[in-house]
């Protein structure tokens, strides 16, 4: 799938596992893969982080960053990195993919932990793209394409159908409130981003990656699909996507 999706360069969040791991892996199996990979990772810590290691040896276009998302000096220098990388071409693609998944129904969920999860799936995503916005400004300016499309500038917020109001995805299995909320302010941070940064040629979408097999849960969906499915959909966004929540599919969710 999407094998005619090229992008000068791709930058993922919360890279060093998961979703975010095999959304690397996707980008760098393309037929024309990007110039720049870039994969964010939390710690020097070279057990966290090994498959990314392996992949760095085997791909010269993959840079592996390590990137707090809430931390704003740690956002700063992973743009100043990023910078030296792309140079005149900016950042075409920013895939916000970190998030912080904790267990807590409406009895036991605290005020820490919520706003922890807050700040890193919310707030996170939020500082980010703000400090990304010039390089993805300088990439969609520097394109020939027309309109809105992830060839040219994007930014992809990766949320979840846990975070849709009308869904209520898998509530009687799992009420992760903190997580929940979360993703449900994520989807209006993206709406309102797809308000504003369309001006300067950047397309804005939320997307769900499914019900995704990891660790000790059981799910339908292995990461493999979910990410083969999330690369194919970003090859086939327009201007008539921006402001959207889709899912791996590339149907549309209610929020």
């Known amino acids: 799938m999407a094998t005619n999706f090229t992008v000068h360069s791709v930058l993922v969040t919360g890279a060093n596992r998961g979703i975010g791991l095999n959304l690397v892996k ?21 057990a966290k982080f090994k498959d990314l290691n392996e992949l760095k040896s085997q791909h010269r276009n993959l ?10 000096e740690s956002i700063q220098e992973a743009v100043k990195q990023v910078q030296e990388r792309v140079g005149e071409y900016g950042l075409t693609l920013l895939v916000n993919n970190a998030a912080l998944r904790l267990d807590g129904d409406l009895e036991t969920e605290t005020a820490e932990q919520m706003a922890s999860t807050y700040a890193t799936n919310t707030i996170g995503p939020h500082q980010v793209s703000q400090a990304f916005l010039p390089l993805l400004k300088t990439a969609a300016q520097r394109s020939s394409l027309q309109g809105l499309s992830c060839r040219k500038a ?44 369309p001006e300067y040629g950047i397309l804005c979408v939320c997307i769900h990656p499914g019900w995704v097999k990891t660790g000790k849960t059981e799910a339908p969906l292995t990461e493999e699909e979910s990410t083969q499915g999330i690369v194919h959909v970003l090859s086939t966004l327009s201007k008539d996507d921006n402001g959207t929540f889709v899912d791996w599919e590339g149907q549309r969710l209610p929020w």
């Not at 996707?26 to 070279?46: C, G, I």
């Not at 840079?63 to 704003?72: A, F, G, H, M, W």
């Open 26 to 46: 996707r980008f760098l199996s393309l037929p024309a893969p990007p110039q720049w990979v870039f994969a964010t990772h939390l710690k020097n810590d070279e």
């Open 154 to 197: 994007a930014v992809v917020n990766i949320s979840s159908s846990g975070g849709s109001i009308e869904l209520m995805f898998l509530w009687n299995q799992m009420q992760r409130v903190a997580y929940r909320c979360s993703k449900a302010a994520l989807n209006m941070l993206t709406k309102c981003q797809s308000l504003v940064y």
């Open 63 to 72: 840079e592996l960053l390590q990137l707090d998302v809430t931390n704003l």
